[in-house]
């Protein structure tokens, strides 16, 4: 999706290392999520945002932290804490938090253990 | 507990032949219905969606589904497959309210061989 940037595609990481990848939006949404997929589990939710300056934990937030400062950004860190975090990062976005519209979503970040 | 099922994990169909991806759900309310395709390293992106009214919707590409209260279902199906469908098909539900968390399936890889 054109409106949303996530970068960079790929992404290593090292032992006791903290990452951070990148969500930046200009379709003026409301909302902002991040979604970790792996093989065959769909996805799950890691962290949302509903307005700047405001998010809520996920089903699965321990080992991670996010920030959202301005409308458009809201980028994900993965902490040493997360034990396995090789997985497929996706951010989306909504329009409206209260609307029925679908998700929007960026081409994700592949993050890996070196 | 709320949850999304795609009962198959691969469905394979002859180019030409009709396919159906099945889905089930278990949300309570009046949900909206979704579904999404993701190509290989890619994000997903939005075919139909399901509000309300008529059960049978169309979408993207070629692509339908029809809603069945009673069964909770939303099966996705298209006339003729084409080998270019081949790709992983989400189904998602939402609530909507005040905060709109979508439910996700495990996805289902569909092969579709000249």
């Known amino acids: 999706d054109g409106g949303i940037t996530q970068s960079p595609k790929y992404l290593f990481r090292k032992e006791g290392q903290n990452v951070t990848l990148s969500c930046e939006q200009n379709?003026?949404?409301?909302?902002m999520y991040w979604y970790r997929q792996d093989p065959g589990q769909g996805l799950r939710l890691i962290y949302y945002?509903?307005?700047?300056?405001?998010?809520q934990k996920g089903d699965i937030a321990e080992g991670y932290s996010v920030s959202r400062e301005k409308k458009e950004s809201f980028p994900l860190t993965v902490t040493s804490a997360q034990k396995n975090p090789t997985a497929f990062y996706l951010c989306?976005?909504?329009?409206?938090?209260?609307?029925?519209?679908?998700?929007?979503f960026g081409d994700g970040t592949r993050l890996s253990i070196l | 507990a709320q949850s999304v099922a795609q009962p198959e994990d691969q469905v394979n169909v002859a180019e030409g032949n009709p396919l159906t991806v099945k889905c089930t759900y278990s949300?309570?309310?009046?949900?909206?219905l979704f579904w999404y395709v993701q190509y290989p390293n890619r994000g997903l992106q939005f075919l139909l969606k399901?509000?309300?009214?008529?059960?049978l919707v169309k979408g993207s590409y070629g692509f339908e589904a029809e809603f069945n209260k009673s069964q909770t279902s939303f099966h996705l199906k298209k006339p003729s497959a084409l080998v270019s469908d081949s790709a992983l098909y989400f189904c998602?539900?939402?609530?909507?309210?005040?905060?709109?968390?979508?439910?996700f399936g495990s996805g289902t890889k569909l092969n579709v061989k000249p």
């Open positions: 989306a976005t909504l329009g409206r938090v209260n609307s029925n519209q679908p998700q929007h």
């Open positions: 379709l003026n949404h409301d909302a």
């Open positions: 945002s509903q307005i700047v300056n405001d998010f």
């Open positions: 949300v309570s309310g009046n949900p909206y």
């Open positions: 399901y509000i309300t009214g008529d059960n």
């Open positions: 998602a539900v939402s609530r909507g309210g005040n905060f709109n968390k979508f439910y």
